[in-house]
């Protein structure tokens, strides 16, 4: 399978960045053995569709309601994402748990409204550093799947350590190790083959000189970036670091 290689712009970007940003992937991805993958805040989702059509750069969302078009003030619908250019869509980021207190079970209804309106979810999950110390970061992220996953659920995980995110830290490759074989554990149990052939993201503070380290751990799956997703160059180093497989090699 190949790796997916997913940025995270979260709120960071103008009209002005896109060809600064996007252009110079879309040129490149046709050679890279990995799949791309942008999320831009949701205003830029139908012009960076405009600038990467033909190209081989996925777009998605970073978040979405639950709900579906109506009096929702504020609100984007699943649909809306799709119908603006997006195929993907992050939901339950660290940063959506902790600033607006998505629960598992807010997370699982959003899983629900994108997989119905044809969006492949990214479902993140991660311990914060209190839990890690104690020795509970398999636990939590063992409980996050199981409230956030749906049955029937057909998309990605991404392992995010909520104290990675941002801070320029990482776990060391034995402990993303460890806990990207408990996801696939989960997975299969709960899911079957199709468990075993979901991606499993590690993302929090990748960076062009830690990837090709993180990136070759035993289950992962491809990263989710951050800040290093701002820059071009950076984003195409992390891609380039990722076990290259053609799509013909690329299996389930
Ligand atoms: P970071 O963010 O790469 O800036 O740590 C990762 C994320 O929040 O998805």
């Not at 012009?47 to 033909?54: I, N, S």
């Not at 479902?123 to 890690?132: F, K, M, T």
Request: with cysteine; net charge neutral; charged share 15%.
């Amino acid at each position: 399978m190949r790796s997916l290689i997913a940025g995270n712009w979260k709120m960071n970007g103008r009209m002005a960045d896109l060809r600064r940003i996007v252009a110079p992937l879309g040129a490149a991805a046709g050679q890279l053995g990995c799949d791309l993958l942008i999320c831009p805040p949701a205003t830029l989702l139908a012009p960076a569709a405009r600038l990467l059509d033909g190209t081989a750069v996925a777009l998605g969302g970073q978040d979405c309601s639950a709900l579906a078009d109506g009096a929702h003030t504020g609100e984007l619908a699943a649909g809306m994402l799709h119908d603006a250019g997006a195929r993907w869509v992050i939901l339950g980021h660290s940063e959506r748990r902790a600033n607006h207190g998505e629960s598992d079970a807010a997370v699982r209804a959003k899983v629900l409204a994108a997989q119905a309106a044809g969006l492949a979810p990214i479902v993140c999950v991660g311990e914060h550093e209190a839990q890690r110390l104690d020795g509970q970061a398999v636990a939590v992220v063992s409980g996050q799947l199981a409230g956030s996953l749906p049955d029937g659920f057909a998309g990605v995980v991404a392992y995010e350590p909520v104290w990675a995110v941002g801070t320029g830290r990482t776990p060391g490759e034995a402990d993303v190790a460890q806990t990207h074989m408990a996801i696939r554990a989960a997975l299969v149990a709960r899911f079957g083959t199709a468990g075993r052939g979901m991606r499993i993201l590690y993302g929090g503070s990748v960076k062009p000189c830690n990837a090709a380290a993180l990136l070759a751990v035993p289950e992962v799956g491809g990263a989710l970036v951050g800040g290093a997703s701002l820059d071009a160059e950076d984003f195409l180093a992390i891609a380039r670091a990722a076990p290259q497989l053609s799509k013909a090699g690329q299996g389930g």
